[in-house]
């Protein structure tokens, strides 16, 4: 029987997908027959104690977690957060509800045998309750009480050879696609980027510094499949210099119905005979693309790696050769000015061996933000507040059409000093013989 009624909750387990809450009742109910006879070292009705204050919350309108001070592991300033419940005697077992964040292999590749490790780490000294993953794309681990936080931290890093995640006013756990390691599309080896980066930044990940949070996210090409540019502070997306390669013989077989469009994945539904023009040239974004006597061009000049034709005619499109990536800054979530999509601020760089390149834009631009940014600041906003234009100085990138959206609406254009021919201080005689009155 349900230590709570929870007649709101309930409801959320009526639709056509799978609910949260059934998920919570489940684990309720293995731990209270605890068929591995385990000790648990946190309330065994955990799970039923946090429907309840779920569904407190639910009928108050309000919610019953409050910041009850800061927890954490030796050592780190991050990979914990703290949280308490401000009804401890109603609900005793969420009165200490912190959640641990793990910091997910790249590409979030994952063996049983570390699973399974992980799992009973957690149904010993947690909740049993998981999110994988969570939105940054760390392993979190949700409820456990402030004396099981050291324990955890030693079984996840002697046991798992695991480190924590990224919390707080630091970098956070940087994520990747799966690359190169499966994809044909990726134009950089993802996973070693984050990894190198991950590694090279340990003092930036576990001891907070920024002013707010910094997210580093590398997607292998412009399809984005962690969506970097709408959701990190510093995004690495793969790119190529020349041309989409095209298999002209491949193409008139798209359009002459011998290959499905889309690797077939529209296909349950009869969307009638392939149009070359109306589903691929005339969705070109730069217009690049032209469909004259049975042969298709692209203008390489024009394109701008959306991944569309590719997309719609793998088979017959293929991306370039000289492959690298592009950095592009700013993005995040709406909290002070609302959400923002990434600028671009390097539009190419190899992403080879070392990432050097990569880690010295970062660096740069870290000091600059580090002295400049406001407390809860990202750097999507001090962008905004001091410009583009002074990020691509700090960067030392010289700006160009590629970091142009559409002509400014503000007609002033202040120069430099350095940047007028005589400087502030021109002779005025030698002015007017130039321009005579």
């Known amino acids: 029987m ?22 919570i009742k489940q684990e309720a109910a293995m731990r209270a027959a605890n068929p591995k006879g385990l000790d648990y070292q946190i309330p065994v009705d955990c799970p039923d104690d946090l429907l309840g204050v779920l569904e407190l919350s639910y009928n108050d309108g309000e919610t019953h977690w409050k910041h009850g001070g800061i927890v954490g592991v030796f050592g780190y300033g991050g990979g914990v957060i703290g949280r308490y419940c401000d009804q401890p005697e109603q609900f005793p077992g969420v009165a200490h509800f912190h959640t641990v964040r793990l910091n997910q292999p790249a590409g979030k590749y994952y063996t049983t ?55 707080g006013s630091n970098l956070r756990t940087p994520a990747a696609c799966l690359g190169e390691s499966r994809c044909e599309y990726a134009c950089y080896d993802t996973q070693a980027c984050s990894y190198n980066l991950t590694m090279e930044y340990q003092d930036e990940l576990h001891r907070p510094a920024f002013p707010y949070k910094f997210k580093f996210k590398f997607d292998g090409c412009p399809n984005g499949c962690v969506a970097a540019m709408a959701r990190s502070d510093f995004s690495v997306v793969g790119t190529w210099k020349d041309s989409i390669k095209i298999d002209q013989e491949a193409v008139a077989a798209y359009v002459a119905g011998e290959f499905k469009p889309n690797a077939g994945a529209h296909s349950g539904k009869d969307w009638g005979a392939f149009d070359i023009e109306a589903e691929v040239i005339n969705r070109c974004p730069s217009a690049a693309m032209k ?3 049975g042969k298709l061009a692209i203008d390489r000049s024009e394109c701008v790696r959306c991944m569309h034709c590719i997309n719609t005619m793998p ?52 000091d600059w933000w580090m002295e400049e940014g406001k407390n809860r600041e990202r750097l999507g906003e001090t962008m905004r507040r001091l410009s583009l234009q002074k990020l691509l100085e700090v960067v030392g990138q010289e700006p160009s ?30 002015y007017r013989k130039r321009h005579q009155r």
């Open 2 to 23: 349900a230590k709570h009624a929870t007649p709101m909750l309930d409801q959320l387990e009526s639709g056509p997908w799978p609910s949260f809450v059934s998920d």
């Open 113 to 167: 045998d570390f699973l399974r490790q992980l799992c009973d780490i957690w149904d010993l000294r947690g909740s049993g309750l998981t999110n994988m993953h969570g939105a940054t794309g760390d392993i979190v681990l949700l409820g456990t009480t402030t004396p099981q936080l050291e324990e955890i931290f030693w079984e996840a890093t002697h046991n798992l050879n695991n480190d924590l995640g990224g919390s």
């Open 291 to 293: 469909w004259e006597g």
């Open 315 to 366: 088979r017959a499109l293929r991306i370039g050769d000289e492959r690298g990536a592009s950095i592009l800054c700013g993005a995040k979530a709406p909290i002070l000015d609302g959400a923002q999509m990434s600028s671009l601020v390097v539009p190419f760089v190899e992403a080879k061996d070392d990432f050097d390149e990569i880690k010295e834009v970062v660096e740069n631009i870290w």
């Open 401 to 430: 059409a590629h970091n142009v959206q559409e002509p400014r609406h503000n007609p002033y254009i202040f120069f430099k000093e350095e940047e007028v021919p005589g400087g502030w201080d021109r002779d005025i005689t030698e």
